[in-house]
């Protein structure tokens, strides 16, 4: 028969940005904690608000899964004595597993006959174990800053003051620095603050709802929607589309109430990122526009508590919005008396960072960069950017962090630069570039669409990455202050979007020169390290969306330059691995790497293949045969890897198979004498040299 287990841990209001991930750390260390305690688990769900994180588990076993376990002793040769009788190694061995001498059983092996202890474990009942297991879970959720309170050996997100934990509707004893677990929870901070007895997660849930708490994140999200929308279309709008924000709004409140507002129409001229950043970034409002998305004097917040006025409310929130907005238009207003231009000379006094100079010795070196692109560009992919245009817009990228609006709304960097571009009549396709070059953010963000855009994007980002490598400040484990690993998706992302055929050794190489050798390291070392951190990327990211692993690495390994090739390759060869065949032609290169490998004789010093050194055995002229073949679709390998049919390449390898496993079978590689020894090793070589322009095949798993 299986139980219901219900825990929450209450606190003070924790940073809406740790609820989320709070939750989904709960539910994953819980089902790692119970499968580790072999206890039954079925469904398993986490929800919670700023003051409240919940999991609750359905179907838990009564007690943990019996488990029968073998472990091997000592020979039986060495654990009895001439007598028959067991000596000290017997006992010792026996008293080590908690059994009798005589509960020891005696097992063949290859190896000779050996003692073997079976231990039969029954399990204990779960409420034994729940304790100690709840215990390790809080300790254990994580929380970007974490806090201590009192003087207290704990920490947490922020301090706590409840526990609710019920196994089957009882109480599981358990305590969490001073706190004590109990039945009790507690409602609405300030509409119901009492203490509130619950039984179990369905009495939970009713409960909480009377006590004005939504304890379901989806729940509130829905209402959030809705009241906003419902708001939003009573000022003849609808509220400007902001997901990030009603994610944020659903982890700041328990129990969500839309309420309007307006500001006067003359803030309208103020350009629309202002106006939405102004009420997003502090006040947390939403925007509401007209259906042809023109923002309206209106908006929409959303209020944790009932009041009797919401006029009230609002009135309030209209005067600190408008004092916001006066902020912005001030510096607005102020901003645009300089021309972007003429603010780069003030990046010499903004320090980018201490071991990389100014924002502006940056700037220089990504405008330089981003030309070089931009040739690149115009040669080898017959666009039509003009290099001007690209160095201008590099020139001006950085412009606006220097501007009041951007040092008061740092969100709006790359936007409003876009902005006053425009105001001064810089080229569109320029002025979309400064914000374009931002993009993309996330790893699921929308890559630039502008070329030119694309170009200061890719020379930015592969600035600071080689900067940073540089001077030795790398990427360790979780830590990677300086956003490298987000840079290097972005770049990729942005080189696969596009599908451009750039090669990423000669970008590198390009931008770790215009580095000017700030850092210590040599300049292939460097690029090679370089290279690598971008393998590693790019083979989290082709396996995340469903390529097998060691495809991906045999082919990362081999080819990297160009990034939209390799992974036509990868896509070609995971279809080819799907057939019994491609198995089977793995195995016969592997055997040809294998022979190579360690062997005396050093690959760079085998010379040419001489026909002349081969030798016929009964099996006919073997060497022969695999030399013709190999000569006979060597060049059309090569041929169809250059123009791109992988799959054809692939198929033409298989030709191979047959020849190479007839070789292995009837020729003896190592002969005595060296001449023919180091030819045979040749003739492997070149073969394992023409599957290398695929892929490495030492590192194909079988099926």
């Known amino acids: 028969m299986t139980k219901e287990f219900l825990l929450e841990i209450g606190t003070e209001e924790i940073p809406a940005g740790f609820v989320t991930v709070a939750l989904s750390a709960m539910e994953q260390i819980f089902t790692d904690l119970f499968k580790q305690a072999r206890i039954q688990v079925g469904e398993i769900r986490t929800l919670g608000t700023p003051r409240r994180l919940v999991l609750v588990a359905k179907g838990l076993g009564e007690s943990q899964s019996p488990q029968r376990t073998e472990k091997v002793g000592p020979p039986v040769s060495k654990a009895f004595g001439e007598d028959g009788k067991p000596n000290k190694m017997a006992m010792g ?80 004893p358990l305590q969490f620095g001073n706190i004590k677990s109990g039945n009790k929870t507690r409602g609405h901070r300030f509409m ?68 309007g507002g307006s500001f006067p129409k003359e803030y309208l001229k103020l350009p629309k990122d202002v106006l939405i950043t102004s009420m997003r ?8 526009v ?31 919005l408008i004092a916001r907005l006066e902020d912005a238009k001030f510096y607005f207003e102020e901003d645009i008396k300089i021309p972007l231009k003429n603010r780069v000379d003030d990046l010499k006094g903004v320090v980018f960072h201490a071991k990389l100079g100014t924002s502006y010795e940056k700037v220089m070196r990504f405008r330089e960069l981003a030309g070089w692109v931009a040739d690149i560009f115009s040669r080898e992919m017959k666009s039509n950017v003009t290099k001007e245009k690209v160095m201008e817009a590099a020139y001006l990228a950085k412009a606006d962090l220097d501007t009041g609006m951007v040092q008061e709304f740092p969100t709006l960097q790359g936007k409003i630069g876009r902005e006053y571009a425009l105001r001064e009549g810089i080229a569109p396709e320029v002025a979309d570039a400064i914000y374009e070059h931002y993009l993309p953010v996330g790893a699921k963000d929308d890559i630039p669409t502008g070329e030119i855009g694309t170009i200061v994007s890719l020379s930015d980002k592969m600035d600071t990455i080689t900067g940073f490598f540089g001077v030795g400040m790398i990427p360790t484990g979780t830590a990677d202050p300086y956003a490298l690993r987000r840079n290097a998706i972005a770049i990729i992302n942005i080189i696969y979007g596009k599908g451009l055929r750039l090669s990423l050794t000669d ?9 000017e050798r700030r850092g210590k390291k040599d300049v292939v070392e460097l690029s090679s390290e370089i290279i690598d951190f971008f393998r590693g990327r790019l083979i989290v990211l082709l396996t995340d969306i469903g390529h097998p692993q060691d495809v991906v690495d045999a082919v990362l390994t081999v080819s990297i330059d160009n990034l939209v090739l390799a992974k036509k390759m990868i896509e070609a060869l995971a279809e080819w691995k799907k057939r019994p065949e491609f198995g089977d032609l793995a195995t016969s290169i592997k055997r040809v790497g294998n022979i190579i490998r360690g062997k005396e004789v050093k690959i760079k010093d085998l010379g040419d293949v001489d026909d002349n050194l081969f030798a016929e055995n009964i099996e006919g002229d073997i060497e022969r045969e695999l030399f013709e073949a190999f000569t006979k679709i060597e060049k059309r390998v090569k041929s169809l890897i250059k123009t791109e049919e992988f799959n054809d390449a692939v198929g033409m390898l298989l030709e191979l198979k047959v020849p190479i496993d007839n070789f292995f079978d009837n020729v003896m590689v190592m002969d005595e004498d060296k001449n023919i020894r180091n030819n045979r090793l040749s003739l492997l070589n070149k073969i394992r040299l023409l599957f290398m322009n695929v892929c490495d095949f030492q590192k194909i798993e079988q099926v």
């Open 507 to 515: 970008f590198v190489d390009k931008s770790i020169e215009l580095q």
């Open 290 to 320: 007209d259906k042809d998305g023109e923002l309206l004097p209106h908006f929409v917040t959303v209020s944790n508590t009932k009041v009797k006025d919401n006029a009230v409310v609002s009135k309030g929130n209209e005067k600190v």
């Open 281 to 288: 970034s502090h006040q947390r409002y939403f925007s509401v």
């Open 93 to 172: 061995f026996a008293k080590g597993q908690g059994v009798k001498v005589d509960d020891l059983k005696k097992v063949k092996t290859e190896k000779g006959e050996y003692l073997v202890a079976i231990i039969e474990d029954k399990g204990r009942p779960t409420v034994e174990l729940l304790p100690e297991i709840i215990e390790k879970l809080i300790k254990d959720i994580p929380f970007k800053k974490s806090m201590r309170w009192m003087d207290l050996d704990v920490k947490f997100g922020r301090p706590v003051h409840w526990i609710v934990a019920l196994f089957d509707g009882k109480v599981v």
């Open 192 to 259: 119901a603050p009492d203490e509130i007895a619950v039984n179990g997660f369905d009495d939970y849930i009713k409960k909480l709802k009377s006590a004005s708490v939504i304890c379901e994140p989806k729940e509130r999200q829905k209402i959030i929607e809705d009241e906003v929308m419902a708001v939003a279309k009573s000022f003849g709008g609808m509220p400007f589309s902001d997901s990030g924000l009603i994610e944020e709004i659903v982890n700041l409140v328990e129990f969500p109430i839309a309420v």
